[in-house]
Structure formats: structure tokens, C-alpha cells
């Protein structure tokens, strides 16, 4: 992610091969919140049920849990939840899974993003989560249980 001088992220897109680009959190949800994008949470029910999950976005599994088989709905449900005129941002744990769905999503004829960090972010020198960047740790909207 680009940052300015002060360490604050820029709002801009980056392009990425494949899809339309990475993006960061803060961009994602301001798209999303002004209706420009569609936000696609990829994680598993489990993920979203345990870790914490975003209000208002689509929870369209990438695989399933267990055994991390693919969703042979997702293309279906992508298709479903996206109008054509609007943009898709996707958020999986920490940004592999969402480059995967919106490599996908591209070869489907959609705009797609993946939103940089993920929910939970980079694991920190304790190999723990939502420290290090996230869509949680920047303050984004979210909630559990």
C-alpha cells in the first residue's frame, strides 16, 4: 500500500495483474458505504462467525470450511449480489484468498478489487493477527458474535 509522508494511506488504487487492482481498507468501505462497490467478505461462516464479520457485506465463502473445498456456488452468488454497474471489493483473513475471488470475478466480466490486509491483517512478531493492519484495525466498521 502507498502511503503519503505522514504514514496515512492514499485512497488510491493500485493495479494489480488480473484484476482491476488492491486497494486499501479505507478506500474499500468508502466505496462501499457510498454505494460504489459491493463488498465481498470470502472467508468461511466459521471465520466470520469466531473472528468478527462486516454488517452489510456479502458473505460469499471462497471455500468452505472444513477441508477448504471450493464453494461451487460462488459463482452463482457473485453474480447474484453484483449488479454489472458497480465495482466489487473483496476481503478475505489477510488478502489471498480475496486475489483468488477477484481474479475470478474479472474473468467473469466484473470490475473487482482486493482490499489490502484483509480483515485481520499481517500476523505481528508473536504470530498474532489484528495488530498489523486490517480492516478491523483501521476502525472499519465491524462487529462479532
Same mark, same amino acid.
Not at 484484476?19 to 468501505?29: F, H, K, R
Not at 454488517?55 to 468452505?64: D, S
Given at each position: 500500500? *502507498? ?19 488492491? #486497494?486499501?481498507?479505507?478506500?474499500? &468501505? ?8 459491493? @463488498?465481498?467478505? $470470502?472467508?468461511?461462516?466459521?471465520? *466470520? %462467525?469466531?473472528?468478527? +464479520? #462486516? ?12 477441508? /477448504?473445498? /471450493?464453494?461451487?456456488?460462488?459463482? $452463482?452468488?457473485?453474480?447474484?449480489? $453484483?449488479?454489472?454497474?458497480?465495482? #466489487?471489493? +473483496?476481503? &478475505?483473513?489477510?488478502? $489471498? *484468498? ?12 466484473? %470490475? ?16 498474532? *493477527? ?6 478491523? +484495525?483501521?476502525? @472499519? ?5
Amino acid at each position: 500500500m *502507498r502511503h503519503d509522508a505522514g504514514g496515512e494511506a492514499l485512497l488510491t488504487a493500485r493495479p494489480a495483474p488480473g484484476y482491476a487492482g488492491d #486497494v486499501s481498507p479505507q478506500l474499500a &468501505c468508502q466505496w462501499w458505504q457510498a454505494g460504489d462497490a459491493v @463488498l465481498v467478505d $470470502v472467508r468461511t461462516d466459521a471465520e *466470520r %462467525e469466531w473472528v468478527g +464479520f #462486516v454488517p452489510g457485506a456479502v458473505p460469499l465463502a471462497w471455500k468452505q470450511w472444513p477441508g /477448504m473445498a /471450493m464453494n461451487s456456488s460462488f459463482d $452463482v452468488g457473485l453474480q447474484a449480489a $453484483v449488479p454489472a454497474d458497480k465495482k #466489487v471489493v +473483496f476481503m &478475505c483473513r489477510s488478502g $489471498v *484468498r480475496s486475489i483468488a475471488a477477484a481474479k475470478r470475478a474479472t474473468e467473469l466480466g466484473l %470490475e473487482a478489487y482486493n482490499i489490502l490486509e484483509g480483515f485481520e491483517g499481517d500476523p505481528d512478531q508473536h504470530a498474532q *493477527r489484528g495488530r498489523k493492519g486490517g480492516w478491523r +484495525f483501521h476502525g @472499519l466498521p465491524w462487529r462479532q458474535g
